[in-house]
């Protein structure tokens, strides 16, 4: 998803979730979790600063 909110990153993740409960592996799906994995790399790697 493309939103312009600074909730972006947790609804993401929210979406993500939900694609993986109903198993879903179609290319929106696979688009929302790598972004889900990517906002979830960049939180690791700013707390290790």
């Known amino acids: 998803m493309n939103i312009a909110t600074h ?5 993401n993740t929210i979406v993500a979730q ?3 409960t109903e198993g879903r592996t179609d ?12 906002a979830e790399r960049q939180k690791l790697n700013q707390g290790n600063l």
């Open 18 to 20: 939900n694609y993986l």
């Open 27 to 38: 290319s929106d799906a696979i688009t929302v979790l790598e972004s889900a994995l990517k």
């Open 7 to 11: 909730k972006h990153d947790e609804i």
